[in-house]
């Protein structure tokens, strides 16, 4: 049996500019971080007196005798792309999926991770995004971005550069003095309304053309968003009022990004005394995130009391296997079930 633990990712500054077809052309460059909140990946083969060949635990249970029959599209690709047969997989996550913390894409490593372990081999990090990357963008053909795949395998807070095809991980050089600041100042709400991600990055491709320039006013606050991070003379506070910046910019990306209950909400949020935030992910719904002074957290919880709040701190690990107790796997003959 095999137990893989990967964090889920809130998404500051750059989203949409991870997006190949921008990139490639502009370059692209997101901020990110991962913390306590986590999907579990259990596997193992399936003993072999079972009346079916594999069993699927998600939101469904599926069980099957051939991987064409698998209606989940990941766990079907990926279990094609490493020859991986006769097993039970079951998936466990802190937080809801579809909500913009990429939640798909951290189901993705994590598969992968225990696939791999499940073959007997230990992969890099590296290998584990582009390898997710691989799955849901080429084999899944699911539209968005390269940063969730990224952000989920390697964890921590970092800076991810995108340019030919290829990326570059680079951690935020922060003290842990402001480190911790920042986590105070942050406050994260579920919204309750669920969306897929491909749908709402499928509307956003399609209006790219027009949307470059503020692609690239969003790519630049990237630098100024490091900026704050790393250097402690800086005021922290800017940091949510580039937030408040680059949501608004994010807002005339996609006609799906956000609506009139979404800016309701944020608006409250705002006059509660949070000086920016942002919906995390694509948009269309999800979570909320706000940088509120600390002095000003209750009150914005206060105004905010019809939404769950949800606390958490930044977590550095990524993905890993938490449990590994690997089994002589003999395949058998193909059966039928009565």
Same mark, same amino acid.
């Given at each position: ?26 370059? @692209?460059?997101?901020? /990110? #971080? =991962? +913390? ?9 083969? %399936? ?52 909500? @913009?913390?990429?939640? /798909? #894409? =951290? +189901? ?9 372990? %499940? ?220």
């Amino acid at each position: 049996m095999i137990i893989t633990k990967t964090p889920f990712r809130m998404s500051f500054f750059g989203g949409g500019t991870d997006m190949p077809s921008f990139f490639n052309e502009h370059g @692209g460059a997101v901020i /990110s #971080s =991962t +913390f306590d909140k986590y999907c579990y990946v259990n596997v193992r083969h %399936l003993p072999p007196f079972m009346p079916y060949y594999s069993e699927l635990v998600y939101s469904k249970i599926e069980r099957v005798n051939r991987i064409d029959d698998i209606i989940h599209p990941a766990i079907r690709e990926a279990m094609r792309m490493l020859d991986i047969h006769e097993i039970r997989l079951t998936y466990e996550g802190d937080l809801p999926a579809r909500t @913009g913390l990429g939640t /798909s #894409s =951290t +189901f993705a490593v994590g598969m992968l991770n225990a696939f791999y372990a %499940l073959k007997g081999k230990q992969v890099g990090k590296r290998k584990l995004a582009q390898d997710a990357i691989y799955l849901e963008r080429e084999l899944c053909k699911e539209s968005g971005g390269w940063q969730d795949q990224i952000a989920a395998a390697f964890g921590g807070m970092n800076r991810i550069d995108f340019a030919d095809n290829q990326f570059k991980v680079t951690p935020i050089i922060i003290h842990p003095d402001r480190k911790a600041l920042l986590n105070q100042s942050l406050l994260l709400f579920y919204t309750g309304i669920s969306r897929f991600s491909a749908e709402v990055q499928k509307d956003t491709m399609s209006n790219q053309k027009d949307k470059t320039a503020e692609l690239k006013e969003m790519l630049q606050l990237v630098n100024e968003a490091q900026a704050i991070l790393e250097d402690k003379h800086s005021d922290f506070n800017d940091f949510g009022r580039l937030l408040d910046h680059t949501w608004r910019l994010k807002r005339k990306t996609g006609g799906k990004i956000s609506n009139d209950s979404i800016d309701d909400l944020y608006e409250k949020g705002l006059k509660a005394g949070a000086l920016g935030g942002k919906l995390l992910g694509a948009g269309g719904g999800g979570f909320f995130l706000f940088y509120v002074e600390p002095d000003k957290r209750q009150s914005v919880i206060d105004a905010l009391d019809n939404l769950m709040h949800v606390p958490f701190c930044f977590e550095n690990e990524g993905t890993s296997i938490v449990h590994y107790n690997p089994v002589t796997y003999i395949p058998r003959k193909e059966i039928t079930i009565e």
